[in-house]
């Protein structure tokens, strides 16, 4: 499995002992995949701040202004790899 794609199943704790091995491994060694590793482990918490219920017929908003909007509201101006990748991702404001 590309590392890339075992970064969120690393979060979620759905990796065997010989992809997480490897994946760690990796991780020690790549600077730019560590980075991202750490983004989205930061994303992680606020999942539980979601009430999917409250999700019900709500327009997915373009993720790209979705995550500017997360970032202006946190301090936070840089882009980041991700920001090209953010497909299927969904933010919820308060009305």
Do not use: K, N, Q
Not at 30 to 47: F, I, K, N, S
């Amino acid at each position: 499995m590309p590392a890339r794609h075992a970064l969120g199943a690393r979060l979620f704790g759905a990796l065997d002992g010989t992809d997480r091995s490897a994946l760690d491994e990796h991780l020690s060694a790549c600077g730019p995949c560590r980075a991202d590793y750490g983004e989205l482990g930061a994303v992680l918490p606020l999942l539980d701040l979601v009430d999917p219920g409250e999700l019900d017929g709500v327009p997915a908003p373009d993720p790209r202004r979705a995550i500017a909007a997360v970032r202006t509201a946190a301090g936070e101006a840089r882009p980041t790899r991700w920001s090209g990748h953010t497909a299927g991702v969904r933010s919820v404001r308060d009305s």
